[in-house]
């Protein structure tokens, strides 16, 4: 099937639209992932995959191997291949953001083929407009994080199955295996398509078929075979079975005492999802998709046969909705884990729109310019709708003042150096980014003289406070005063403390 033209614009369209602030530091909502898994990037790059056994080191500033501290807490792809991509274009955000914009055109691209083959190249075109317009797609397209390259391997076994629906042999079958494990090492959230695939074969495959092919129920395995291999490949890492993986799941899915600091209703739970689903995808697409999926729903409440297409448009509806019902924690705290419902609702806005056009169609059947303006017209109120929204989200800085102080710190002392700063609510929620940017040893302590004296060594470098954080004890403020030098920047106060 030939590459029409016409995904080229979808393509270039994405990547303008993705490029904007793609330099940015990493002071957004949610941008903790880029500190976090670009540190981890970094130290790949710096000791190399074989002295990191392939593995994420979470450690900052490791110096040697007996540094290293493993992130064992999802699967590796995404990490191996951005930092393979890392030592060609090296450790930035703007190096960072485009390797995750080239996952998400490739997602797109992907998404076109699957929708075109299932359907036709309008229905693609029109769906990929909707996908990318989205404030879910424009903000969370670039964001350094698994789920982009999830979405595309998830894409890509789901039209990898299509072919292998349709022909059935044994190299479309190994593809099938390949992309699939593939999927399976890059988020866990693929470990879901093994069994909807199984389920769509015994349902739309006719008897005969499945009686010739019992070797397709194989691949049930291979989300199981996945996870047996992350755990020993943990324990080749760490020297020993990760205990936390497990309770770390059981708090994901809401259960534990962990999890009791997060306590919500189901009510509470389920108008979260839906406002989200609102904002990040706008009303406008919401209720187009649900005009097509109610049509499908009454189809199927009414017995009618369904087609194969359907069965896909099952697989695509359902596969997103999987997440938020098993690990409700998570979905509770990071609206980006809602990323793969760009699988269902701009394919169901799409259809919605045709299937609306040819239930109306007496109405332009001789001007065709009524149904384009028509339109033209949702597709801008779908559009702009979150412009605002989208706006604020790209330009956000929750978290500038450790960049800020990351660069005073990395400005100010030297290599080998330690920072003290006297406000340890600074490090619940900043620490990973004043890490990234400042890179120097930090020790923080309550700001009080017994405690500074505690930590005071000859390798210390400065000593800073936060004034809008915790106060500063006089005490160790005029004790500070009379024996260095002071400044002070924005919402900082600084204490040089080298002869």
Same mark, same amino acid.
């Given at each position: 099937?030939?590459?029409?033209?016409?995904?080229?614009?979808?393509?270039?369209?994405?990547?303008?639209? !993705?490029?904007? *602030?793609?330099?940015?530091?990493?002071?957004?909502?949610?941008?903790?992932?880029?500190?976090?898994?670009?540190?981890?990037?970094?130290?790949?790059?710096?000791?190399?995959?074989?002295?990191?056994?392939?593995?994420?080191?979470?450690?900052?500033?490791?110096?040697?191997?007996?540094?290293?501290?493993?992130?064992?807490?999802?699967?590796?792809?995404?990490?191996?291949?951005?930092?393979?991509?890392?030592?060609? !274009?090296?450790?930035? @955000?703007?190096?960072?953001?485009?390797?995750?914009?080239?996952?998400?055109?490739?997602?797109?691209?992907?998404?076109?083929?699957?929708?075109?083959?299932?359907? *036709?190249?309008?229905?693609?075109?029109?769906?990929?407009?909707?996908?990318?317009?989205?404030?879910?797609?424009?903000?969370?397209?670039?964001?350094?994080?698994?789920?982009?390259?999830?979405?595309?391997?998830?894409?890509?076994?789901?039209?990898?199955?299509?072919?292998?629906?349709?022909?059935?042999?044994?190299?479309?079958?190994?593809?099938?295996?390949?992309?699939?494990?593939?999927?399976?090492?890059?988020?866990?959230?693929?470990?879901?398509?093994?069994?909807?695939?199984?389920?769509?074969?015994?349902?739309?495959?006719?008897?005969?078929?499945?009686?010739?092919?019992? #070797?397709?129920?194989?691949?049930?395995?291979?989300?199981?075979?996945?996870?047996?291999?992350?755990?020993?490949?943990?324990?080749?890492?760490?020297?020993?079975?990760?205990?936390?993986?497990?309770?770390?799941?059981?708090?994901?899915?809401?259960?534990?005492?962990?999890?009791?600091?997060?306590?919500?209703?189901?009510?509470?739970?389920?108008?979260? @999802?839906?406002?989200?689903?609102?904002?990040?995808?706008?009303?406008?697409?919401?209720?187009?998709?649900?005009?097509?999926?109610?049509?499908?729903?009454?189809?199927?409440?009414?017995?009618?046969?369904?087609?194969?297409?359907?069965?896909?448009?099952?697989?695509?509806?359902?596969?997103?909705?999987?997440?938020?019902?098993?690990?409700?924690?998570?979905?509770?705290?990071?609206?980006?884990?809602?990323?793969?419902?760009?699988?269902?609702?701009?394919?169901?806005?799409?259809?919605?729109?045709?299937?609306?056009?040819?239930?109306?169609?007496?109405?332009?059947?001789?001007?065709?310019?009524?149904?384009?303006?028509?339109?033209?017209?949702?597709?801008?109120?779908?559009?702009?709708?979150?412009?605002?929204?989208?706006?604020?989200?790209?330009?956000?800085?929750?978290?500038?003042?450790?960049?800020?102080?990351?660069?005073?710190?990395? @400005?100010?002392?030297?290599? #080998?150096?330690?920072?003290?700063?006297?406000?340890?609510?600074?490090?619940?929620? !900043?620490?990973?980014? !004043? *890490?990234?940017?400042?890179?120097?040893?930090?020790?923080?302590?309550?700001?009080?003289?017994?405690?500074?004296?505690?930590?005071?060594?000859?390798?210390?470098?400065?000593?800073?406070?936060?004034?809008?954080?915790?106060?500063?004890?006089?005490?160790?403020?005029?004790?500070?005063q009379q024996n260095f030098v002071s400044w002070q920047k924005d919402q900082f106060v600084v204490f040089d403390l080298r002869p």
């Amino acid at each position: 099937m030939k590459t029409p033209k016409i995904l080229f614009f979808i393509l270039g369209l994405a990547f303008l639209l !993705l490029s904007y *602030n793609l330099d940015k530091p990493f002071i957004g909502h949610h941008d903790w992932n880029g500190v976090f898994f670009g540190n981890i990037v970094k130290n790949t790059v710096k000791f190399g995959f074989l002295k990191t056994k392939f593995g994420a080191v979470r450690s900052f500033l490791p110096q040697t191997e007996a540094d290293f501290r493993f992130y064992t807490h999802y699967p590796p792809m995404f990490r191996i291949v951005s930092a393979l991509l890392a030592k060609i !274009l090296g450790v930035h @955000e703007w190096s960072l953001r485009l390797i995750v914009v080239l996952f998400s055109l490739l997602a797109i691209f992907l998404f076109f083929k699957l929708i075109q083959r299932l359907f *036709n190249q309008k229905i693609a075109f029109i769906a990929c407009l909707f996908f990318i317009f989205t404030p879910m797609f424009l903000y969370f397209g670039k964001m350094f994080v698994h789920e982009m390259l999830g979405l595309s391997l998830v894409i890509f076994s789901i039209y990898r199955y299509l072919i292998y629906f349709e022909k059935r042999n044994k190299n479309n079958f190994i593809y099938l295996t390949l992309v699939l494990i593939l999927a399976c090492q890059t988020v866990w959230s693929a470990y879901y398509l093994a069994p909807l695939f199984v389920i769509h074969y015994l349902f739309f495959k006719n008897k005969k078929e499945k009686k010739k092919d019992k #070797g397709f129920f194989l691949i049930i395995l291979i989300p199981l075979l996945s996870f047996l291999s992350h755990l020993i490949y943990g324990f080749i890492l760490t020297g020993g079975w990760d205990k936390e993986l497990f309770s770390t799941m059981l708090f994901r899915m809401q259960i534990g005492e962990k999890a009791a600091e997060y306590q919500f209703t189901l009510l509470a739970y389920l108008k979260k @999802e839906a406002l989200w689903l609102r904002v990040y995808f706008t009303r406008w697409l919401c209720f187009l998709s649900l005009i097509y999926y109610f049509v499908l729903g009454k189809k199927i409440v009414n017995k009618k046969k369904l087609d194969f297409k359907d069965g896909f448009i099952l697989i695509l509806f359902t596969f997103p909705f999987i997440d938020p019902i098993i690990f409700r924690n998570v979905c509770w705290i990071h609206e980006y884990k809602l990323y793969y419902f760009l699988l269902s609702l701009p394919l169901g806005g799409s259809l919605a729109l045709f299937y609306l056009k040819n239930k109306f169609s007496f109405i332009w059947q001789e001007k065709q310019i009524i149904s384009l303006i028509l339109f033209t017209l949702v597709f801008t109120f779908f559009a702009t709708e979150r412009i605002e929204f989208t706006k604020t989200l790209l330009q956000g800085s929750m978290n500038k003042p450790a960049y800020d102080l990351g660069l005073i710190i990395q @400005e100010k002392t030297k290599e #080998g150096e330690v920072v003290l700063i006297g406000a340890p609510s600074f490090a619940e929620f !900043l620490d990973l980014f !004043l *890490n990234f940017y400042g890179q120097r040893k930090v020790i923080y302590f309550q700001p009080v003289l017994k405690e500074f004296e505690e930590n005071f060594s000859s390798q210390v470098g400065l000593v800073v406070f936060d004034k809008g954080r915790e106060e500063v004890e006089n005490e160790l403020l005029e004790y500070l005063q009379q024996n260095f030098v002071s400044w002070q920047k924005d919402q900082f106060v600084v204490f040089d403390l080298r002869p």
